[in-house]
């Protein structure tokens, strides 16, 4: 799955229809055909987000009804060729093991109902995957490190429970020390930072709440605090930014959205408004979403904007999973719920 | 990702010409990263292989494997500088220093380049780290020391950057801990950090890092200077007087409003615990709200359509009722709020509608 940008750009393609339709068949192309752009620098550049692209289109790729359009046994063989022996996994073969690419790859095995092929074809077992996940917790601060490295930051704790959740191996961790850590992030707007003391931010706050969620406990969460500084993320155009004052993008059509979602304050902001938004990022013509409209477009936001409008209740979408970013049939499969 | 990449660049290449170019820049990239994978396998820590990750981070700085092959080479020069070779630790402490340092300043214009590319603030603070545990505390301080001054220039840069604001914190953090203190002693950055939040938010109201960094701060600032119940509430009052003069100069920018809700947390029951003034008496609590209620309701004349008034005038009014029992104004003049509230803020109707509900408004 390839990184590159392009080669369309959000607002091209054609004129503007007076009604904007989502162009399925052309994202679905657009996700197939970004492993056949060997030929372009840009590809090889972006080698360190490999295996979160595949998560990234094949999510989309489900959302939008199509979950065979990616060949599953190449994509089950390339998710075990980024594993080291640890049981963590890299983005790509050769690239050392991260959170940020083992949560990829066991969302990955999720989707495709492939996680026993850890313990059949791995370099490490489902187990081990687990085990090196939770290795990765500071166990005085409840933290979550992203590798042996050190750094700290809360989307790695939120990684560490969404993948643990999904192999049901959530008890190798301290669960209670975890949350109490991310109640130190808390901040006065009712929103969550990368740290204590950090600056509360919409992705970092997706994280935070995502993490509650599964550790069932939002009751911890100011629900009209936060929605109302998640609302506020709503800019006049029906696009959300991140933080205050800062331009809106398409890729918080999710982080905003879904944590909303969570708190039970979606309808605070206007979803018609937020759709418009998105579909206006399309290229109709050669698929892909971007940040904005005008913009490059690229499967992180292709993805992040369709699972919004999937959350919008988008006529012809699979429904999505708020906490997991996965389809919800599948999530509901694994949680028998 | 590729935020805000604008229409115009990453054009295909077009010629025949063109696409031989990509292709070789393609093969090169791919030797140089061949070659950089090998000898670190082959535990080739050597200067020549240090210069080869610089040649390819200079290239792609997201290639965090990278980053860590720069780690383990560092770490093997450092360990092997501070080695018992009978040298005296003074030169070996100097080559470190100067090796560290040349680190940094290669560090420097990639952050500059991509301010916003998690891997290299980390390795700085990696390195940095390194810094303290190979060195004595009062070149390590030295070296922190300055951090301080390249988190001031980045954030002169971009005031929002939040890697900026993180990077300052935990340099904060370092300086103020044992580890980096000559005589052993605590030491504390708390006001100087305080004062630069005033100077930032002086410098651009509409900055919420700033004022966020503010809230954090406050508590520690008071817990410092052991500030009882009056110095407390001198302490609010000038907040409340700063945010005051904020408002009036810039009643549409919501970094203010948050700070603004933030502050009338301290007369909420709910929130007081925390807050820079615990113990205060209801009485005192109702004086302040009922205060703010007039100041806010001032600003209403000649700023009717500025929704933020009458979101404050609302919650106000609500934490007002929640202390005395009863509603600051008539209950009409609430209703007319709620309804402003709504026609001048569309998108966020059904938040209105919520409200108007809880409040069981007329």
Redesign the interface.
Known sequence: MSLVSGPGRGGSGGSVPDELKLVVDRHVKYIQSLDTRQDELEYWLTEHLRLNGVYWGLTALHLLGHPEALPRDATIDFVLSCQHENGGFGAAPGHDAHMLYTVSAVQILATVDAVEELDRKGKAGGEKVGEYIASLQDPMTGSFAGDEWGEIDTRFLFGAFNALSLLHLLSLVDVPKAVAHVQGCGNFDGGYGVSPGAESHAGQIYTCVGALAIAGRLDLVDRDRLGGWLSERQLPNGGLNGRPEKLEDVCYSWWVLTSLAMIDRIHWIDGEKLTQFILQCQDLDKGGIADRPGDMVDVFHTVFGIAGLSLLGFPGLQAVDPIYCMPKAITSRIFGR | ???????G??V?PATAED?QK??Q??KD??GLVESV?LRIQERQYTIDTLDLTTKLLR??P????IW?HR?LIMRHILSAGSGEDGQGFKTSHDASVNIISDELSFLLPLMRKYPKC?WIW?YRL?LLEQSTHYLPAVAGRQLWQQELALASKMLSLDS?N?HG??YR?TVVNALESPELQSDGSASTLTEQEFDYTTKMINTNL?N??AW??R??LIPKVLTKKQADKVARRKFLDEELELIQRALWAGSE???LW?YH??LM?TFDPKYAADSMAPDLSGEERLEYVTQEIGRIQEMLDGAEDCKWIYQSLISLSILYKCLSGKWPVGQSVIGHWVDELAKLD??????WA?LRRDLGAP
Do not use: V
Not at chain 2, 346 to 351: D, I, S, T
């Open positions: 990702m590729s935020h805000g990449i604008p229409r660049s990453g295909q696409r990509e292709l820049k393609i990239y791919k994978h290239w792609n997201e290639f965090y494997t860590n780690r998690y980390n990696w929002r939040f604001w993180g914190r509409s919420f890092s966020h960094t809230s954090k920018d919501q970094s948050f809700q933030n947390s569309p998108l966020r109707a059904n938040r919520d």
